[in-house]
């Protein structure tokens, strides 16, 4: 609701029990009936006024300072300070419609209607006769009617007001307190004149008898009701059967036959001034609930029965009641809000009679009378009568712990200072000085052949003969409780295993660390325990199974182990009373289903305690009835299994609100949430008013959570800085029972994305990340070709001087040799001059190559193979030396600039081997191997130490080799022995062009 802020109050912390709770059985006394009450704690107001409840499930509230709403477990309060077109605080009266709606009327702002998200309020300023509203009615048509203080009658429809009534009835100012509509549809109201010191203020107007009043099509008649000769003043009334409405007055209630005119009084049966009845509620067994300022009355088969303040009522003074559709009798008084319900647990106290509230055993004896060890004593019940045994008639101790009837109606039972029976009301004990080790017993059990076993807490088992024990079965544990077998065997439950002891052999089980408190074997021979620390254990099919992975309450110390008719296992725990189907177990044993469920019953179902007692034997009883009795911290439980049904309705699962940083938002829309949100809260609710502590709630944020959130009882999720998307909220709940509500509730948003995430910011920065690029490859190219621009005019200069000096210098030498070379007769003298003039010719030639390298470097494909070949050729004429080329055809996939630095290599290595090794033949091989070109250059020469030129300076040869082959990516193999000879090596990619992969030899 948009500006609504609700103040949601932990019901725990408002919670006061008074007595266990009652059941609406009309043959059940009002205080064997399951009740809870509320009283008034800080912030909410202790008189309620009005209750209703609404569509949906919700019980609504009326009280002096707003509306409240309720769940079962948390109360949210609606009022002018926290809620937007809300007029008035002090309520009136409350009427839900049909359209989940509830209808408000205050004493000083008008009628309000709250509902689907907002607030709609009708005033004076809106035609209302009067903003002072006492009484809601909505007819067959689904107009609403409202009673005011002035007499008038107003009727809403369709959104429009229509006052029927605006004279003042006799001439007075009566108020309208109730309204009805019979089967021919006529209207029927009460308008007493006051009803005494009213609540609100003083007595307005002359104590003029008004009536009962009916309105048909337009007519209003006037009912005078009379009581002999007293007449009757009008304050409630409800339909009846046979035509009958009952009347509620400030004397009392009553009948009222319409069709005859006559007045029947049902309560009290001598008239009085103070019997105000304000309201009344009739259930489907015809049972008549009047709320009158003397309590809570009952009217059943002509008899009246009372429940107020000193029974456990808030207040005795009742202003409201409603049956709502779970069976429960809502209760508004001058001191807080009450609950009736069925009682599915019957508690025994103090208060009944109980010696203490701490009960430790129970057992039932051949008469069917249950006995009860307590702190306190030994207690007897039987047909309601609570028999007392304490030290007084000479128990040894007050503190009695575990107890058990034997077959000839003996009592037997144990205390710290010895094992007592109690037999014909006389009290023996045993001890020591009869064959125990101790008088302490921590167990006892009568077999089915009349023998009794007991076990102190030590020395093992015990047999009882001739008056006197004697040893049984030695065992170095102390044992919490014996079992009898079908087969007349026995489990024991000790404190380190479960023992099973038959034909004389002990067989353990379990984990020598545990203490096992309660074991029984089941009618398929299975075999049921309950320990300290492992949980729920069973023994079935010689396996011994645990459920400690199932998690709570199969986990927690387990006291006794209940199973009823419907194939239920009870489990009683310190935290509570629990109830699992026993085929269930068993499919989770067999690995069929992977979850068991369990539900849960506590002090809201009338147990005495939040949790069980145990520890000792028989934690626990089933009596000829079938009925469970528990021991509790608080109190004796009693639990019918017959009357607890399973519910398979599952609650009603409803979002309430949601917040945005703390900020409410209107729910029914799809709203977009800005990016920069902190914090997104969802409260939700599932209303079972049954069982509203059983309910349990999932939740799945879809497009944020991968699978189901288990809440627990946590009736809000809470999300944090959410990234931008889609998302659909689901939460749903389920009963005390397990049913879930599968369809439950959901809330559906988007979270916008941020500016620099939209797509519009993407385009836009793709298209400015584009021009960015474009301008910078620009700016590259224009740095390039500048950067070429210069290399290329250093070249040109550099190839004019080589030209102009150098070139022309070898040429010109070259020509006047050349000149003189016919004048030289000698044959040896001209052939040197001969090599001279080719070596010149050929410098010349290399530097009119590398002229026209320094214009363009790469040679044509397959030319450094016959440039190589000349190369080696030339050097080699007229030497002993001789130089051999092994190579292919042609290499048309290796680059010019490959092919340019190869050539550079190998000339160099061609030169060194002439100059330096002495060698007598240099090989050059070229060979293609996987679009691999291998290059080596070997010769027969001395050979040299490669580490020590490597390390000597001026040997530029071997460094620009190197400098050719990494400006190729690869680096130069060498490989030299001295006396054997050189070899350098280097393997080209023929595919990758200038990326090569060397190769070392």
Known sequence: ??????ISVCFLGWLVLRLPIFALDPRTPLTAYLHQSWERPDGLPGMVSAIAQSTDGYIWLG??????????????????????????????????DQNAGVWVATYDGGVSRIGNGRVETF?????????????????????????????????????????????????TEPLIRSMLEDEQHRLWLTAPVSIGTHENGPIRGPAAVTGLFSLEQGQLTRHEIRDGSRPIEAVSIVRAQNAEILVGSRMGLGSYQSQTGTYERFWPKKLSQDNIVRSIATDQAGTIWFATSTGLKRLRNGKVDSFGAEEGLTADVVYAMLLDKAGNLWIGTSGGLDRLADRTITSYTRRQGLLADQVWSVTEDMHGAIWVGTNGGLNRILAGRITSYTTKEGLPSNSVYSVQAAPDGSIWFTTESGLCVLNHNRIRVFGTKDGLPIARVTALLWRRDGSLVVSPSRGGLFLLKNGAFVPYLPLPEVVWSIS???????WLSTFGQLLHWKDNHVTAFGERSDMYLYSYEDIEGTVWAG????????????????????????????????????????????KGLYRVRKSDLISYLEGKVRSVFAAEFGMADGLPSTGCNGGEQNAGWT??????????????AMVDPLRINIETKPPRTIIEEVTLDDKPIQLGIAPQFPPNHKRLEIRFTGIDLRAPYGVRYRYRLEGFDTDWVNAGTTKMASFTTLHPGTYHFRVISRNRDGFWDLTGASFSFQVEPQFYSTVWFYCLSSALAIVIAGALHLWRVRQIREKTSIALAERTRMARQLHDTLLQGVSGASLVLQAIAPAITNDDVRRRLDNALNEMQQCMTETRRALWDIHDPRPEPGDFIALLERYGRGLTMGTQTRFVVEAPETLQNCSSAVQHHLLRIGQEAILNALKHSGATEIRVSLSVDDNLLHMKVTDNGRGFNV?????????????????????????????ATPGMGTEIAVTADLIKGNTLAVRGV
């Open 531 to 574: 320990s300290m620390y492992a949980g729920l254990v069973c023994l079935r099919k010689n396996t011994f199974f645990h459920f400690r992975s199932l998690g709570a309450p199969f986990n927690d110390r387990i006291y006794r182990l209940f199973e009823d008719h419907s194939g239920h296992l009870w489990i009683t725990t310190p």
């Open 947 to 975: 580490n020590a030129l490597e390390q000597s300076d001026g040997h530029w040869g071997l460094v620009g080799m190197r400098e050719h082959a990494r400006a190729i990516g690869q680096e130069l193999a060498v490989s």
């Open 484 to 490: 009898e077998a079908h087969d007349g065997s026995l």
């Open 1 to 6: 609701m948009t500006g609504r802020l609700q």
């Open 123 to 171: 005033t004076k300023q809106n035609g209302l006769s009067s903003n002072q509203a006492r009484s809601l009615y909505q007819d067959h048509e689904g107009a609403m009617w409202v009673g005011t203080d002035d007499g008038s009658l107003s009727k809403i429809w369709r959104g429009k007001i229509a006052n029927v009534l605006r004279q003042h009835l006799d001439g």
């Open 63 to 96: 009280t002096q300072h707003g509306v409240v709403r309720f769940d079962g477990t948390r109360f949210t309060i609606f009022s002018p300070e926290n809620t937007p077109g809300l007029k008035g605080a002090w309520v009136e009266a409350l009427l839900a």
């Open 623 to 636: 009596d000829r009835n079938g009925r469970f009795w528990v021991p509790t911290g608080g109190g004796l």
